[in-house]
Structure formats: C-alpha cells, structure tokens
C-alpha cells in the first residue's frame, strides 16, 4: 500500500498575542459598559414583560454585539449548529430567496444535514476560483452567500474575507459560520463586511447548547422574534456563564495557536518516530495533520489516550478539553481526501504545549510493535 502525501495547506490568519489583548479588552469594555451595577454578578430568567427574554440575557446580548462591532446579537440554543439554522430561517428563508451560493465542497456534517432540511438551496460554486465566484455573482439570482470561514477541504487556499467582499460588491448578503474562527482570526465574518455571523459559545468554553448570531440588525431582529418561546429561550444563568468563559478564550487561544504552529514545525522536521509529515491546518479548528510512516491511523488515538491524550472530541475547544487531542480527519476532510483515512490523524495541542503533545504521541507510537 502506498503511503499519500499531505496536501500543501494555507491556515486562515492566526490572531496575535497583541490582537487578543485588544479582543479581550473589548469586550470587558463592553461589559463595563452593558452590565454595570452588580449586574454581572446576578441573573434572571423568563420572558420579562417588554424584552420577551430575560434580561441578562439582553445585556449579555448587547455586550456581544458591541465586542463585534455589530448592530445587534441574539444567543440561541443549540449551539452552532442552532446559530446556523437560524440565521438561515431568518435570512434567506425569510426573504423568500431559498438559493444560497456556497462553497463547492463537502459541507460539514452538521451543515449538510440543515441543507438537506430543505431551509435553502445550495448552489455549488468553487471559492478557489475567484474568476468563477466573480461569474456567479453575475449570473446567479440567488440573494444570500454563504460562508464557511475555516476550511472544508487541506487545500482550501481562498480568504473568506475576499468572497465576504466580492459578494457585498455584487449586492449579495451573506451569513458566515464563524466556528473555530472567533477569536481565533483576526476578526470573524460580520467584522469583515458579512451581514451576520453565526457560531457557538460552547466550542468558546461556554455552557452546552448556547450558540448566537451577531450581525445586521434586521436579520438578528427575525431571529428574535422566531424564538419568542420561554422554553427556547438561553436563560440569564446561561449567558452570563457563557459570557464570563468567553473573557478567557483570546489569550488563551493565542498561546494554543502558538503551540500548534510550534508542533507542527516539530512533527515536519522528524521530532516524533513515526510521523514523517505535519501541516498546520483549519480542520476544524486549527490543528496538525500528521501523516504516519505505516496506515495505523485509526490505532492511534487510543494509543495516545493510554498516555493521557483525549481520543475524542466532545465540543474541540470546549471547556472539557485539557489534554491534547489526537483524533481521526473530520468527516469534510475524508470526503475529500478518502486516502489519508489510514495514514492520517489530526492532532490539537488543547491546553498542552508542543513539547508535552509531541512526548504523548512519541511515547504512543513507540509502542506500535508491543
């Protein structure tokens, strides 16, 4: 059996130590500024009688939308999945424009289901081809883009940012699922001129279920108004647990980002016995690829949990995670890559450094023969 090789790879832009201090600053700004007075130290629940919502839950909003420059924010349940759906019920649903422009590669699981759901139509033009994105914003009558900021495919090369750019050129809008983007790039697709931004606060170390959609303020409004049910609603406690986690994300990130780029150089350049290549890449989060030198991939995470690796993810980057995870490709990257099953796995510092994640997977695959 011949072994494949990695893809080149081209990593969304990574947010600086100085970026997230800023990022961070921001939203204890707004903080200060939306929940004064001992409100961070107390919720409510309910639909209090003029906001139909609890009212932490409209501060915490508030906060949000500030942080992002957004005219307005509305927290869901059902995390990011949730964000999605409702920014697409509210979106092009709403507007009676089902037709979406979205990328032409395999969708993430979760997305793919929402689409065969029937909220929208996809039509399937490639993001790598500039010229043919350009053709569709000319020809296409669909209103609404759709944006996937991190990659679906190793050899996604696009810049969200410039399909962001081109559609608003064109007149189109656009919803951009920011997951394993926020405070993670620089700035997350409602920043960079999309229309909304839609993700979710548990893959930020927030509670379970809790995801929001921040952007214009006649989509959010829908979203609003959709969600009218007390027993839909993402309660005080909720919000405000999720907002105090997501103080903690930007530095904290940025010293993970650090440590992924510094373990996938490790891993490219011989560092760990039986790993013979590495990429840093946006699959999901941003992570490592390595490529091992015989088809044990699917061994390979729990030889790595024995030693204290987690062998699966239960939000990636949620506050479960704490030690490194060493788990298989995500299902849009096998779809796209099918040969890499067996050679393949995909390898997130988490809380670790370098050094400890590279000492687990050496210790791991130097047990193979055992």
Known sequence: MNRPLLPATTPLPIISSAQAWEAQQRLVAAVAEHLPDGAVFRS???VVPGLGQPDTTRRVERALAQTFGADDACLVQGAGTGAIRAALSAGPWAE???RLIVHDAPDYSTTATTFRDGLVEPVRVDFEDIEAV???FEEEPAAWVYVQHTRQRLGDAHQPAEVIALAAEAGRRVIVDDNYAVFRAPRIGAELGADVSAFSLF???GPEGVGVVVGAGDVVERVRHANYSGGGQVQGHQALAA????VMVPLNWAAQ????VELAASLSEGGVPGIVDA??????DLCVIALLDEPVAEHVPQWAAEHGAARFPVGSNSRYEITPLVYRLSSSTLEAQPELREWAVR???MRAGAGLTADILRRALAERGA
């Open 257 to 260: 980002a650090q440590a992924s």
């Open 243 to 246: 907002l105090q986690a997501l």
């Open 279 to 284: 990429r840093l890449a946006n699959v999901q």
């Open 96 to 98: 009676g424009s089902r």
């Open 134 to 136: 350009r053709r569709a």
């Open 203 to 205: 893959k930020l170390h």
């Open 44 to 46: 409510d629940a309910g």
């Open 347 to 349: 390898v997130n510092p």
